[in-house]
């Protein structure tokens, strides 16, 4: 059974307390409310045009990005795959492994900083990294690949329509401009935004007793906002040290001891659907993730039950994949 009487008064008791105690925006003083997605992660200095938007879908499915034309972002970011590759860790250009799991690029747009380290700031600045980066597309540089582009005619047009005002309009910059456009229209409501607007039916009785374990247990603390994640860096293994220490984290960024093993808390929207889990890829049941969560982040232990509810819950946040928006278009 799906709905009941008692579900729908808990869950309008659970929203009523919740918006009294923390303001009632999505992001209240705490920072701990969950909210709604936004229908298009909006951005001040990269404004989308339909123009731009057409642009950064194309050059997101383009492999001609890469040096040997191999690879495209969708190739790890598969957008009918919930933006993933499903693999431990991504495959670049000459069948190179890189060191880390391919996050998805569903509602990343909306995170404060991107990649696990949190060194791009923005889906505009982060673009520019895997087509240069000599594992995954490497490009020699931005202008190599400026070049490239400027010797598709297709491209040419479709730059001039995207950046009217710009003398010259085929950059390497304008192309991260025109892909964190496309990026920032990738956004997946699921149910769960349907029960926060007021529709008590549309999570079960299952998922809902699994979003007050994942309140009540601790787990908001750093998973929450609308992209339950995305909003901070944490160590992994704050409470018992992480199994796997190989990969310091943002201390390869910053160079600090204390960033040792600090990873941005992911976004745990279609996390059902994103699979291998961890900055290594290294789980494979969401399960099992949940339960490393309690143990290395909380210092506590999940019975079964609990467990079982809270994966309930977290399959609540399995959005639906925007078809049209995310057509592979005829490349120029
Ligand atoms: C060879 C596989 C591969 C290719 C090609 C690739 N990516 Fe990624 N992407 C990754 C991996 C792996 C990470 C995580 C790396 C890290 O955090 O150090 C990542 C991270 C990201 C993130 C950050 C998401 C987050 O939650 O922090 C975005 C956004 C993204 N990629 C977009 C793109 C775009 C746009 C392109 C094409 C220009 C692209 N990627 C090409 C594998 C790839
Ligand atoms: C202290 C902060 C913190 C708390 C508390 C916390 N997490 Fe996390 N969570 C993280 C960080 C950081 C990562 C990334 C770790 C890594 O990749 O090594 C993560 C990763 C995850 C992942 C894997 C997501 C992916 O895409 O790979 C899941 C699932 C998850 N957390 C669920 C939970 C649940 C359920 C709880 C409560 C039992 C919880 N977390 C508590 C910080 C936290």
Same mark, same amino acid.
């Given at each position: 059974m799906r709905k009941t009487a008692t579900l729908t008064a808990i869950a309008a008791l659970a929203l009523t307390? !919740?918006?009294?105690?923390? +303001? +009632? ?7 701990? $409310? $969950? ?20 642009? +950064? ?40 492994? +890189?060191? =880390?799991?391919?996050? &998805? /690029? %569903? ?20 673009? @520019? ?26 491209? /040419?047009? $479709? ?27 990738? /956004?997946?409501?699921? =149910?769960?935004?349907?029960f926060?607007?007021?529709?008590r039916n549309a999570i079960t009785e299952e998922e809902f007793a699994?979003h007050h374990?994942? $309140? ?10 609308? %992209? ?16 796997? !220490?190989?990969?310091?984290?943002? #201390? ?16 745990? =929207?279609?996390?059902?659907? &994103?699979?291998? %889990?961890?900055?290594?890829?290294? /789980? &494979? ?6 339960? #490393? ?11 079964? &039950?609990?467990?079982?509810q ?12 925007? @078809?049209? %928006?995310? @057509? ?5």
């Open positions: 307390a !919740q918006m009294g105690r923390h +303001g +009632g925006g999505p992001h209240g003083p705490h920072g701990r $409310m $969950m909210g709604t997605l936004p229908k298009q992660i909006a951005s001040e200095t990269n404004p989308a045009t339909p123009a731009k938007v057409a642009l +950064g879908r194309t050059l997101f499915y383009d492999p001609r990005l890469s040096k040997d034309g191999s690879t495209s972002c969708n190739s790890c970011h598969d957008l009918s795959n919930y933006g993933v590759d499903g693999k431990p860790v991504s495959t670049g250009v000459n069948g190179q492994k +890189g060191g =880390r799991n391919s996050p &998805t /690029v %569903y509602n990343a747009a909306g995170h404060v900083l991107q990649f696990w380290d949190g060194r791009a700031a923005d889906v505009e600045e982060q673009a @520019k990294g895997p087509v240069l980066n000599p594992i995954e597309m490497a490009m020699p540089d931005g202008e190599d690949l400026a070049a490239k582009l400027r010797a598709i005619p297709g491209y /040419v047009k $479709m730059f001039a329509k995207a950046f009217p005002e710009a003398v010259e309009p085929v950059t390497f910059d304008n192309m991260a401009l025109a892909i964190g456009a496309f990026e920032r229209g990738l /956004v997946t409501p699921s =149910r769960w935004d349907s926060l607007a007021g529709n699994g374990e994942f $309140m009540h247990g601790g787990c908001a603390q750093c998973h929450n906002g609308a %992209y339950v994640g995305g909003g901070s860096l944490q160590k992994a293994g704050l409470k018992v040290a992480w199994p796997s !220490q190989a990969d310091p984290g943002r #201390m390869a960024v910053t160079k600090a001891e204390t960033d040792r093993m600090v990873f941005k808390v992911p976004s745990l =929207r279609n996390v059902a659907k &994103t699979g291998p %889990y961890f900055h290594d890829g290294s /789980v &494979t049941e969401l399960e099992k993730a949940v339960e #490393m969560m309690a143990k290395h982040q909380l210092g506590t232990t999940l019975d079964g &039950t609990q467990k079982k809270i994966v309930a819950w977290l399959n609540s946040l399995t959005g639906e994949i925007p @078809k049209d %928006y995310i @057509k592979a278009p005829k490349l120029p």
